[in-house]
DNA sequence: GCGTTTCATGTTATCGCTATCATTAGCACG
DNA sequence: CGTGCTAATGATAGCGATAACATGAAACGC
């Protein structure tokens, strides 16, 4: 059985109440109660006190959406990643988040499924919002969204990525450098036939930039050429790793090791192995990209590359709030290289 | 090297363009821009595109907020969950914004670290942005957290969980019979001696209802009373569930299977039995909760119950905006309940 | 042909807040 | 005791859009 919903607070005329009549209870101006919710200390305690107390009776709720009308500015910043179910990119949300807490900033978070288009889209619905900033994953985007962007006189930090040609501020790291980094560090313990298991489609642009870096590095190192395994759209999931390792074994047998796109499918194909009875490392090596949790925490442990997801959050949102505060700091181009780093271990 | 960065569009008096500026340009009043924009059909085809045309010259975007402010209506819609990087609640979060996706409605998303503190304080947070409705995880608030929801006169959708005094609407399921269906299964199986891995704290109810689940159930079925290992503040990660299983083990050998309050722990628990060489399930038999994507991709493959999380957060999308758009709906309280379902793999 | 619709557009008045400037009171000081 | 200062408060005028109503023109019916 449900109660009844209690009396809503009213003013006068019926409707929520407003500044005005929380002014009115209190005897004051509502310039006063609007200086009293900022904290300005141009409100003595005394009138500090009773407007705090004629809010308390009358259950008001400030309405940022009209004050942001007049003192132009919203409270907002936008951030777009490719997907929230993903924790390398929930990590970089976690960091933005956390950054902008005390700032007085909220964050309007959205995901575009690695789509530019939907990307466009959803930039143009934030844009509506009038956002002081905007983070954005990667550095590709749709002509008209880059428009958008340049037209919008605010801060972008686009992330993830080394943009040939960044909108504005840049805080990430090459996806490519990062696996080249990787397959010379295996080759340098005596690994000879790579793979590569990743997405499919032109859409991950961050996964093709790995799976660019993997060939280049193993050409570059002079070794069999690397042999890949495309599949599926992403988020490439543990099961396309399990089924894409299979791919692998049974058109190049004699692979020593494979290298994923992510730990998430790494994670897949070390299953593979386990199911049919390979022993990794010795049959085979596996290691994957991102360092998310299972990567540390399966058996064997996944040798992986750490990307500081949270920290490019963090410090993006940093870059960003320092801009929304000065728009002239002098340090406002500077490009944010953020650590790579790989970490061995036992399944290499 | 960096570009300038391009003139932004401007009107005469250097301020980013707005919807009048927008109607000089095209000849046209702002009511007819405004129509336009909102694809009413009271604009004829000429003016329409003379408007888009202005609109693409002077790089124009419509300002919402400002809009907000006499329609009354923000196109928002608030959602807290505990924690964006558990796969559970974006699940929760993606569904939401899936289902909201065509309706107008943007969401506003925060997470609240299991805390009801910080819930509160987010809670007033998004109120000042007068969401047209509030989608909740779990039933239990802060007093002052229930009193703003209760005055606030939007819609309240409670979630993954059966609140004894609800708010406003709920979808949900109850956590404890889910557990206790979990146990009632394995029990059918032949299992007698259970103990459950689980968090510390008051903090995560949804953790402690699955507890008393499990307790109430072991003791309904005359079972060994249940081993119960609390430890760590949530998230409860895979970690801590490798730790955990051996506090169980060194306490209780004789355990015959070991449920566990997520399978991110669960799988922690799994990853240490390997290690020390224990099999599964002939030695010990594991369960998690949650179906996430891990449990049914890692070898073994780990029983667990499924809970619709993406369903929930569609339904709960679905309530809200059926009810925005129709306050006075005939079953608008009407409660829904969520199926849970129990997966049994090879680790039981 | 004239009243009556219907459609397309314009005019006016807010929406709830804050920027800005004006005002008042209190106080120190020579 | 008047001058000049500061601290606390108030009055006014928007911010940029939309609701509600008003208007004018074309279309329609008989």
Redesign the pocket.
């Known amino acids: 059985m449900h109660m009844n919903k209690p009396e809503q607070p009213r003013n006068p005329?019926g409707?929520?109440?407003?500044?005005?009549?929380?002014?009115r209870h209190a005897?004051?101006?509502?310039?006063?109660?609007?200086?009293?919710?900022?904290n300005?200390?141009?409100?003595?305690?005394?009138?500090?006190d009773r407007i705090f107390k004629a809010i308390e009776e009358l259950g008001?709720?400030?309405?940022?959406?009209?004050?942001?009308?007049?003192?132009?500015?919203t409270g907002f910043v936008a951030a777009i990643v490719p997907s929230i179910n993903n924790s390398n990119f929930s990590d970089t949300a976690r960091g933005i988040t956390d950054e902008l807490e005390n700032t007085g900033l909220q964050l309007l978070l959205a995901y575009n499924d690695y789509s530019v288009e939907r990307e466009e889209r959803l930039i143009e619905a934030m844009l509506r919002r009038r956002p002081e900033g905007i983070i954005l994953t990667g550095g590709i985007h749709t002509d008209r969204a880059r428009r958008m962007l340049e037209n919008a006189g605010i801060p972008v930090v686009e992330t993830w990525d080394l943009p040939a040609n960044p909108i504005d501020q840049v805080v990430g790291f090459s996806n490519a450098d990062a696996m080249s980094l990787l397959v010379r560090t295996l080759a340098a313990k005596g690994y000879r036939n790579f793979a590569y298991i990743g997405g499919t489609t032109e859409r991950d642009t961050r996964g093709n930039q790995r799976r660019t870096g993997f060939q280049s590095a193993v050409a570059g190192l002079g070794l069999p050429e690397g042999r890949v395994v495309s599949f599926g759209v992403p988020p490439i999931s543990m099961e396309q790793g399990a089924q894409a390792l299979g791919g692998v074994l049974s058109q190049w047998p004699d692979t020593e090791v494979v290298i994923c796109v992510s730990d998430l499918s790494a994670f897949g194909a070390l299953m593979e192995c386990q199911r049919r009875g390979l022993s990794v490392p010795k049959d085979i090596a596996i290691a994957g990209f991102g360092n998310y949790e299972i990567a540390a925490c399966c058996h064997p442990r996944i040798t992986s590359v750490d990307i500081e997801c949270y920290e490019i959050g963090r410090l993006a949102a940093r870059k960003l709030f320092a801009t929304i505060q000065d728009p002239d700091h002098a340090n406002r181009r500077e490009l944010v290289l953020t650590n790579i780093r790989v970490v061995e271990r036992e399944s290499t």
């Open positions: 005329d409707q929520m109440p407003t500044m005005a009549d929380v002014a005897g004051v101006s509502s310039m006063s109660v609007s200086r009293a919710l900022k300005s200390d141009l409100v003595s305690q005394t009138t500090r008001y709720v400030l309405d940022l959406s009209a004050g942001s009308l007049s003192s132009k500015r």
